[in-house]
């Protein structure tokens, strides 16, 4: 019996069974017993060694740069979240007491929602000594404020609890632009209202982990700011918190049937769309530029492959000689390269896996905190669709990269294989 086939293709009678009948074990087989077989051509095990590890480095590559970029979306947007409302619902017009109670009474039977409060926003621009700064400033309600934002979590001094009449509550950044602290005065002018002039007190600061909101936003009592910006026992909006935001669009179009065109409801995706597709569209960006690594790696596959096939020549002809189709023989060296590609998939996605665990364990990545607002790597893995898509890229890639090889040992002839043996 000739070495280089399997022993599965013989009868215990001697009698070979292979041609048509030969199936998906035995091609297999034949591939793996190629691929494990000692040679005297060390370069071709060199060559699949190396192919395995390049496939193995760009997968690994691939899902901790995607695992990282997806905990900066989840960080970033859960701070973006713990700003603002899931649903905005505002009018072409400030909204009174009366219209407010209707609103709600047409929204309470919504199971979703979990919480509402009204505010009042606008712009300000508030100075300390000689410094002057334009800021949003943003009149709530605190016993219901809670239930929809995590105004209260992000407090580093000072209470909730605090912001009664003429009284502020400040981010971090502005306290530092203004050189403002706790008990502080801060001058209030607006274009509107009544009083051009307001002396606020400062009795808490927050630190929502977001600059732009640190630095131009600015909490005050709901009736404060209803005098400074001149609206009387008026509304800009309701804020809505869901039980989960991502049903944040379902629950949108439901309440804008109940409450009709009068109405404008935003979304907190649609309230800070540009900056999630930027997000996305680098994160596409990423996974484009890491797949070439393993696009690189599958040349070695081809290489190995090609190698292969001029070492197997008289192999593939013997094959033939006895009976063995060319879609066989293809699929021989087919399943050789997707072999290769598994095994390079397998340690890459394990070598991902760990590290992702390593840095999100031991944090030994660090960031600057004054620049990213947060001191470590953020590491989230999402198997569907982030670890799904980056394993079967590879696989596609793997594929393609085994057609050329595997069709050229199909179209050897038995007679030109053996001719020189």
């Known amino acids: 019996m000739n070495p280089a086939l399997p022993s599965a293709a013989y009868r215990k009678d001697g009698v070979l069974q292979i041609g048509r009948k030969s199936g998906v074990k035995t091609e297999l087989f034949i591939s793996w017993r190629y691929l494990i077989t000692k040679r005297k051509e060390k370069l071709i095990s060199l060559i699949s060694i190396?192919?395995?590890?390049?496939?193995?480095?760009?997968?690994?590559?691939?899902?901790?740069?995607?695992?990282?970029?997806?905990?900066?979306?989840?960080?970033?947007?859960?701070?973006?979240?713990?700003?603002?409302?899931?649903?905005?619902?505002?009018?072409?017009?400030?909204?009174?007491?009366?219209?407010y109670n209707n609103i709600i009474g047409k929204i309470t039977y919504n199971s979703h929602i979990k919480g509402f409060s009204p505010y009042v926003q606008g712009q300000t621009l508030v100075r300390q000594g000689n410094k002057f700064f334009g800021v949003g400033l943003r009149g709530i309600d605190p016993s219901t404020e809670t239930k929809v934002t995590n105004i209260k979590k992000y407090l580093i001094a000072g209470t909730i609890n605090s912001l009664d009449k003429d009284s502020v509550i400040i981010g971090k950044e502005l306290a530092l632009h203004l050189g403002l602290g706790l008990n502080s005065d801060l001058v209030v002018y607006s274009p509107f209202g009544d009083a051009k002039e307001r002396i606020l007190k400062v009795t808490g600061i927050f630190n929502s982990g977001m600059y732009e909101y640190d630095l131009n936003l600015a909490f005050t009592n709901l009736k404060t700011a209803q005098e400074i910006l001149g609206l009387n026992n008026q509304i800009s909006a309701i804020a809505i918190k869901l039980d989960d935001l991502y049903l944040a669009d379902e629950v949108k179009n439901k309440l804008e049937s109940v409450l009709g065109l009068e109405y404008s409801l935003k979304t907190w995706t649609e309230a800070n769309q540009n900056f999630f597709a930027a997000l996305k569209l680098e994160k596409l960006t990423m996974f484009i530029i890491l797949t070439l690594i393993i696009l690189v790696a599958s040349f070695n596959i081809i290489s190995t492959l090609v190698v292969m096939v001029?070492?197997?020549?008289?192999?593939?002809?013997?094959?033939?000689?006895?009976?063995?189709?060319?879609?066989?023989?293809?699929?021989?060296?087919?399943?050789?390269?997707?072999?290769?590609?598994?095994?390079?998939?397998?340690?890459?996605?394990?070598?991902?896996?760990?590290?992702?665990?390593?840095?999100?364990?031991?944090q030994f990545i660090k960031l600057p905190q004054d620049i990213y607002y947060i001191d470590r790597l953020p590491v989230s893995i999402e198997f569907w669709p982030d670890i799904a898509l980056i394993i079967l890229a590879a696989m596609v890639i793997t594929l393609i990269s085994t057609i050329y090889p595997a069709s050229k040992a199909a179209k050897l002839r038995p007679v030109e294989a053996l001719r020189y043996e």
């Open 50 to 99: 190396i192919s395995i590890f390049g496939v193995a480095i760009g997968v690994m590559a691939l899902i901790v740069v995607i695992a990282v970029m997806t905990g900066f979306d989840k960080d970033l947007r859960d701070k973006i979240v713990g700003n603002y409302s899931h649903i905005t619902i505002t009018s072409y017009k400030a909204i009174d007491t009366n219209e």
């Open 310 to 362: 001029v070492e197997k020549t008289k192999d593939v002809g013997i094959l033939k000689a006895i009976g063995m189709s060319s879609r066989a023989i293809r699929k021989i060296f087919t399943y050789e390269g997707l072999i290769i590609g598994s095994l390079g998939i397998l340690l890459g996605t394990l070598g991902g896996f760990l590290l992702c665990a390593l840095l999100k364990k031991y």
